[in-house]
Structure formats: structure tokens, C-alpha cells
């Protein structure tokens, strides 16, 4: 571990502490834009067609209701008798309902002449409210059409009985299916209309019926298609979720590789992304390798160096030593920084935090017995850095050690999960504390703020560029035991 000349650290700066950059939304995904595709095509196909059979269902109930007024007419006009003087004689009964006031079946007859039209007889369903009038061009529909029946939809005589009902009246709603026919008769001058009349209500309740119980069935039919979607979608892209959970695990460290058999669209793909994580690998395996070679290749010149300038004393070999511990430190300052940047980000490595923490507090404890130090740390069994262990060492071993060094006799380690990406590791000291203003400035490369305590100050610069480059940071703050705490954020991982 690196010493640090400041008292245990903890991280500083705003930007130390703000951690990954936040995941941009992402669009909807494969199954919803699936299922949401495939929910408005089946809601517009099953409206449309709810619509068709709704209309088809309201055309053929009023078809088979003007059938039947149909025969009502032809039971009219065969019960219509003309007498000796050419007078029009309408039957006694044609139903026991035209006897009915506002029974909802009517019948009358009119006499189309010269001068307009007149009313010959009507039911006494009508009892006291005005007859049926001929709405505009029917008169004229029916003199060019003999002999051919014309309907249509008017007031009922409950509405027309009395004063004149409010617009929007229910009742105005509510028409009666009116059925119209000219004839013509022998021995009666004027054409004779002869109309029937009979209330549509009970085909207008048919058709709400139908089109409601149409609609829940369609409901049911569209949830259906949705769920019947949902399962074929989740169904056709379990091999998608399969594939990506191997990923994740691959990334949390859980395994070495995809391994699991895919269908011919993703084999492909589960092969390229093994011959990714290879290649990845082998990258840092030789970025490694060349950072160890450099490290030999460095260090042997300086420790030849020192070793002769230690047999040879004297003020140029003191000089000599002196510069040469200090290129030994400066180069394993930048090996250490060069590794952190040559660090996978999201690496299939994972540590145990627990076991790491309790072997740094047993050395710890050793190296400052003289000062009687006890190191207190507390960490689940679960808690897992996503990392080497080597690098969790230094991170958290030159924290602890400094924390050490500046206290009075206690140092305090806590390590907990404060996200499902990241893990907290607090570390606090009872010693002197530190200046905020100068927080940030032990976290400088090589800065000390003590020029006579041990160390190049480095440690703390080493720890906040290693905890940068795993995404998590430094910060420094006031300790409740009145020293200093370091908070230092890092990734972690599930068991």
C-alpha cells in the first residue's frame, strides 16, 4: 500500500461523485412495439368489422320490420271497401292494436286530388293527436311509383299530441317506422294513399343490443389477440432474452462466455460477441504484459542506481538515492494509472468485499501495533466489487492505511450497497481531520500537506484515477468520530 501523507481520505470533488453519466431513455422496446403494433391493427380491423356488422345487423332488422309493415298494407288495402257512391269505406279492425290509443300501431288513408291532400279515415290509435303528414317529395315519390311501397322514419302521435315537446325530446328519438303506398282504385277518382305505421322501438333496442354484445365480444377477442401476441412475441424472443442474460452475466463475471444454443438468426451474433469478449481479453493480457515488462525495464536501472549510490557515499550519491526513490515512485504512480486506464470497463471480474476488508485490517493492525490502532469494519457476505481484487487492495487498502496513520487509535470501515450498479465503501478516522479547502488539493498528484510525514503523495491520486476509471469516484467530508471520512464509490456486482 501507497502512504498517504493527509489523514484517511474519502472523496472530494462534485465530479468525483457523480458517477456514470445518467442512460439516455431508450425506445420502446422489441415486444411493446410488437404488441402495441399488433393491438391498434387488431382494435382497427375488429372496430371496422364491429361497425359492419353492426350496420349489416340495423339494415336487415329494418328489412324484415318494413316486411311486415308490408303485409300490414296489403291487409289494409284488401279490407278497403268503395260503396255505391264512390265512397271510400276503410275496415272495421285490421288489428286489435290500431284500437288502442298510442298503441304503436297506426294505419290511415289519404285522397290525393286536385286540391291537395286529404285525410279519408285513420285508427283510433291516434286517439286525439294529429295524423301523419307526408314529408316533402313523398307525395311526389309515390305518384311516380304506383303500386310501390315507400318508407320511412317520423314522429310517433305521443309526440305531436299536445304542445310541441322540447328539441331533444326522448320521445322525438324515438320515431315510428311509417310504410306508404299509392293506389289506385276502380270507381274512385283520386289515387289513395294508403299508410301504416308501427313503433320502431323494439327494433331500435335490438340493434343497441346487438351492437353492445358485439362490442364486448369484439373487447374479449381483442384482449385475446393482445394476450395470444404477448405470449407468441415473448415465446419467439426467449432466445433474444436468453442471449442477453448470458451477456449480463458474462459482464458481472458470472461466466467466461456465451454458451447457450440460439437459433440460426442469433448464432451469429452469440458467436461475435465471444469473439469479442476474447479479443477484449487478450487486449488487456497484453496490456499487461507490457506494463510488466516496463516496470522490469525501469526498475532495474534504478535500483542499480541506488545500490551505487549507496556504496558510494557522498553528497552527489545522497542526491542520487534521493531522485532515484523518487523516479521509483513516479514510475509506479503512472504503472498503476496506466493499468486503471487499460481496465475493462465492465470486466467479467467480481470480488468479495468482505474478505478483502478483513485481511487490510488484520495487516493494518499489525503495522501500527505500536500506536495501538484497532481498524472496526463491517461489510455483508454478498457484497461483491466489480473488479479485480488487486485493485479493490489498492483502492481501499490506501484509504484504510491512511486513515490509519492519522488517527488516534480508531478507524472505522463500512462497505454497503447504496445502488444496483454501486457499493459504498466509508472510511473514517478519530485524528485531526482536514480543512475543507484543502480536500481537494490532497487529491493532486503528489501533493502533501505535511512535508514531514512518509510517502510521495500519490496514494490518494491513485486511488480517485483508479476509482474514475472503474465509473465510481473520491470524496472527502468531516468524520462524526471528528477525523476525516473518505467516501469512495465504486461498481458492484450480484452474487
Known amino acids: 500500500m501507497t502512504a498517504e501523507p493527509a489523514s484517511s481520505g474519502a472523496l472530494a470533488p462534485a465530479a468525483a461523485t457523480s458517477g456514470p453519466p445518467r442512460r439516455p431513455r431508450h425506445p420502446l ?58 265512397q271510400i269505406a276503410a275496415p272495421t279492425i285490421t ?19 286536385p286540391g291537395g291532400v286529404k285525410a279519408i279515415d285513420s285508427s283510433r290509435s291516434f286517439w286525439d293527436a294529429p295524423v301523419f303528414t307526408l314529408p316533402n317529395g313523398t307525395l311526389a315519390r309515390l305518384s311516380a311509383s304506383p303500386g310501390k ?3 320511412y322514419d317520423d314522429i310517433g302521435p305521443a309526440a305531436r299530441d299536445g304542445p310541441p315537446p322540447p328539441p331533444g325530446s326522448p320521445i322525438i328519438k324515438a320515431p315510428v317506422r311509417v310504410a306508404a303506398e299509392e293506389i289506385r282504385i276502380d270507381k274512385v277518382k283520386d289515387p289513395v294513399v294508403f299508410l301504416v305505421a308501427q313503433d ?34 415473448r415465446v419467439g424472443l426467449r432466445p433474444l432474452f436468453q442471449l442477453r442474460r448470458e451477456v449480463a452475466a458474462v459482464r458481472t463475471g458470472k461466466t467466461t462466455s456465451v454458451a447457450g444454443d440460439y437459433p440460426a438468426e442469433l448464432e451469429p451474433l452469440a458467436t461475435e460477441l465471444n469473439a469479442l469478449v476474447a479479443h477484449n481479453q487478450d487486449v488487456v493480457e ?54 486503471a486506464a ?67 487509535g480508531r478507524v472505522r470501515a463500512d462497505a454497503r450497497v447504496t445502488s444496483p450498479t454501486q457499493l459504498t465503501l466509508t472510511v473514517e478516522d478519530d485524528g485531526p481531520g482536514l480543512a475543507a479547502e484543502d480536500r481537494q488539493e490532497v487529491l493532486q498528484r503528489g501533493a502533501r500537506l505535511d512535508e514531514t510525514a512518509p510517502g510521495s503523495g500519490l496514494g490518494l491520486s491513485i486511488v480517485d484515477e483508479l476509482a474514475r476509471a472503474y465509473g465510481g469516484g473520491l470524496s472527502l467530508a468531516d468524520s462524526a468520530l471528528g477525523g476525516l471520512k473518505a467516501v469512495l464509490n465504486l461498481p458492484r456486482t450480484d452474487a
Open 95 to 113: 288489428d286489435e292494436r290500431s284500437g288502442r290509443a298510442y298503441s304503436g300501431k297506426y294505419w290511415e288513408l289519404l285522397s290525393v286530388g
Open 200 to 233: 320502431r322501438s323494439p327494433i331500435d333496442s335490438n340493434i343497441r343490443a346487438f351492437a353492445l354484445s358485439v362490442g364486448l365480444a369484439l373487447l374479449v377477442l381483442l384482449a385475446m389477440l393482445i394476450a395470444g401476441v404477448v405470449l407468441q412475441v
Open 149 to 151: 311501397l315507400i318508407t
Open 29 to 86: 422496446s422489441l415486444v411493446g412495439r410488437l404488441v402495441v403494433m399488433q393491438a391498434l391493427l387488431s382494435a382497427a380491423v375488429l372496430l371496422a368489422g364491429g361497425f359492419a356488422l353492426s350496420a349489416f345487423f340495423a339494415e336487415r332488422a329494418t328489412a324484415a320490420f318494413d316486411d311486415r309493415l308490408s303485409e300490414d298494407i296489403l291487409d289494409l288495402v284488401s279490407g278497403t271497401s268503395v260503396d255505391e257512391n264512390g
Open 342 to 408: 487499460a481496465r475493462p470497463q465492465g470486466g467479467g471480474e467480481r470480488t468479495a468485499v468482505a474478505p478483502v476488508l478483513e485481511e487490510l485490517s488484520l495487516t493494518l493492525e499489525r503495522i501500527f501495533q505500536d500506536r495501538g490502532v484497532e481498524v472496526d469494519w463491517r461489510a455483508p457476505d454478498d457484497l461483491f466489487f466489480h473488479g479485480e481484487r488487486q485493485d479493490l487492495l489498492e483502492l481501499a487498502g490506501n484509504v484504510m492505511e491512511n486513515a490509519c496513520k492519522w488517527c488516534k
Open 286 to 339: 497484453r496490456q499487461r504484459t507490457h506494463v510488466g515488462n516496463l516496470a522490469h525495464a525501469l526498475k532495474t536501472p534504478l535500483t542499480v542506481m541506488a545500490a551505487e549510490a549507496h556504496a558510494r557515499p557522498g553528497p552527489l550519491a545522497e542526491v542520487v538515492s534521493h531522485q532515484a526513490e523518487i523516479m521509483r515512485e513516479q514510475v509506479d504512480h503512472h504503472l498503476r494509472r496506466a493499468r
